[in-house]
């Protein structure tokens, strides 16, 4: 087989019909094939040769071409990534909203795919609420008759309001799940524009700013949760589905459970946080996770965003604090110890090492070895 020969298959929507669709550069031998496909026809707005969606027709696209080119389906089967989290789903915010009679609600399948492919509680509500704004901008039009050009219609609206690329990024991810995951044509809208991602470095606290805010939370069970977020470099969400059997004294380790992407890892037990948990644990006397709320009930993460806030207001730190500042100065402070990047990288779970390579940024010990010129 020609290496240098491959057809991309695509998901399109042409007249209402779901087709294959059939990208390639131009090939005598795949033009010369191609036409015996039956039923095969030229799209012209999306510049590529299209044939009805059935298992008939892509059986016969892999039968075709075997060995004469490669069948790249990356865009046609897709896993999803989404998170597995252990959360109890919380479904009443949605009851419970105070909406006009002429708002348009997000249909009740789309709701259902997110929950089935158990998003955490925020994803569902951020889907949710972007995707009806959506909905409610073309209030005019059947939702099933909206196309590319009322995406972009919409887009262009928002960024005449000034909004940030992670917000229309949000918005393009709410409806692509529409058409990808409720009406399983993955990669439907491949042809929208996403705004360039933005990158901003992450706020990291001194080991000074460290010590303060954990000195300055109001209880033990506080103190706990503060210490566990940086001294492990945990996410919010794996700070509260934590198990008490999750902790590991023996090996001095914590095993984070089903976490982004539904991968499990290890990451750093503190000496110093496990002679705290323990009298966290006398007096405390949880169940089933390690941190409870009222009834034995799971958790809040906004009950651990206001710890955090409360014991950085105390501490008298004037930068933003939230609980995934205190595991990027986990790692920030890892790496200016000397530990390798790629050990940073399992402890915190990065799939790449171009997400934990961000930190290289914000170490003071990147920047030790360069004189300042004013200084020279």
Known sequence: MNTNSHITL???????????????NYNKVINALIKELKGISWCKEH????????????????????????????????NTNSKNLNEIKDSTWEEKRTLTNDYIRCPELYIEKLKLKKYANNTIKTYVNCFEKYLNFHKKKDIDSLDERDIRSYLSHLIDENLSNSYLNQIINSIKFYYEVVHNMPNRLYKIERPIKETKLPVVLSKEEIKRLISST???????????????????????????????????LIHIKDSKRNKDRYTLLSSTILLDLRCYYIQYKPKNYLFEGEKGKQYTGNSVGMIVKNSAKKANITKKVTPHTLRHTFATHLLESGTDLRHIQILLGHSSSKTTEIYTHVAVSSFNSIKNPLDL
């Open 47 to 78: 510049n590529m040769q299209y044939i009805s969606n059935n298992l008939g027709n892509t059986n016969a696209i892999f039968t075709l071409f075997k060995g004469v080119a490669w069948i790249d389906c990356k865009y046609f089967f897709k």
């Open 10 to 24: 695509h998901h399109l929507l042409i007249n209402g019909q779901k087709c294959i669709g059939l990208q390639y």
């Open 218 to 252: 109001n209880n033990i069970k506080h103190k706990c949760i503060v210490s566990l977020l940086y001294s492990a470099g945990l996410r919010r969400c794996e700070l509260l589905n934590l198990k008490i059997n999750d902790i590991d004294s023996d090996r001095m």
